[in-house]
T-cell receptor, first 116, second 116 residues
Framework: AQSVTQLDSHVSVSEGTPVLLRCNYS??????LFWYVQHPNKGLQLLLK??????LVKGINGFEAEFKKSETSFHLTKPSAHMSDAAEYFC??????????????FGSGTRLSIRP | ETGVTQSPTHLIKTRGQQVTLRCSSQ?????VSWYQQALGQGPQFIFQ???????GRGNFPPRFSGLQFPNYSSELNVNALELDDSALYLC???????????????FGPGTRLTVL
């Protein structure tokens, strides 16, 4: 069975300071891991994905995430927050098994607020 | 390249009624997944269609059903609506990796369903 846990429901940082959104996963197989962002009244947008290549993954808008198998974590970071980063962020795990329907599990989300 | 579109954007129904939601895939994508996102929660996987066949289902009752058409557009049908069906319904299209499993998903803006 697979699962994903986002450890913080709400994170608030000041503009220009680092962002850390935490995600832990559980998977019986080699997982694919994703981070999506959802701005109010907009669809989900892919930030980045990990699919068993480099463990440090760079995404759009300056975000990156590091896959740590020993810690079963895939935390999302950004060196300097911008006001436009305020949104809901979802960590997603998907088991990619040959000839099996993909099961996609979303975390419960982390709301990121940016203080001026 | 055309993105994922969904219709209608908003819908109000009463308990016991039936509803059909529609989704047009991104050009060239032959896999469609549907999700239900209740207020304040992460999206929950309903089911996935690959080349017009159901290719995986989440924990939803049979009154949630779907179709995929030869042009890869898709419908989500919900019968005997209940108050708890009120949610944002998201459609996502993708290309399969080897074996029919799923790669990165591209999401539509969603249909907000309210059941009174």
């Amino acid at each position: 069975a697979q699962s994903v846990t986002q450890l913080d429901s709400h994170v608030s940082v000041s503009e220009g300071t680092p962002v850390l959104l935490r995600c832990n996963y559980s998977s019986s197989y080699s997982p694919s891991l994703f981070w999506y962002v959802q701005h109010p009244n907009k669809g989900l947008q892919l930030l980045l994905k990990y699919t068993s290549a480099a463990t440090l993954v760079k995404g759009i808008n300056g975000f990156e995430a590091e896959f740590k198998k020993s810690e079963t974590s895939f935390h999302l970071t950004k060196p300097s927050a911008h006001m436009s980063d305020a949104a809901e962020y979802f960590c997603v795990v998907s088991d990619q098994r040959y000839s099996s329907a993909s099961k996609i599990i979303f975390g419960s989300g982390t709301r990121l607020s940016i203080r001026p | 390249e055309t993105g994922v579109t969904q219709s209608p954007t908003h819908l109000i129904k009463t308990r016991g009624q039936q509803v059909t939601l529609r989704c047009s895939s991104q050009s060239g994508h032959n896999t469609v997944s549907w999700y239900q996102q209740a207020l304040g929660q992460g999206p929950q996987f309903i089911f996935q269609y690959y080349r017009e066949e159901e290719n995986g289902r989440g924990n939803f009752p049979p009154r949630f059903s779907g179709l995929q058409f030869p042009n890869y557009s898709s419908e989500l049908n919900v019968n005997a609506l209940e108050l708890d069906d009120s949610a944002l319904y998201l459609c996502a299209s993708s290309l399969p990796t080897s074996g029919g499993s799923t790669d990165t998903q591209y999401f539509g803006p969603g249909t907000r369903l309210t059941v009174l």
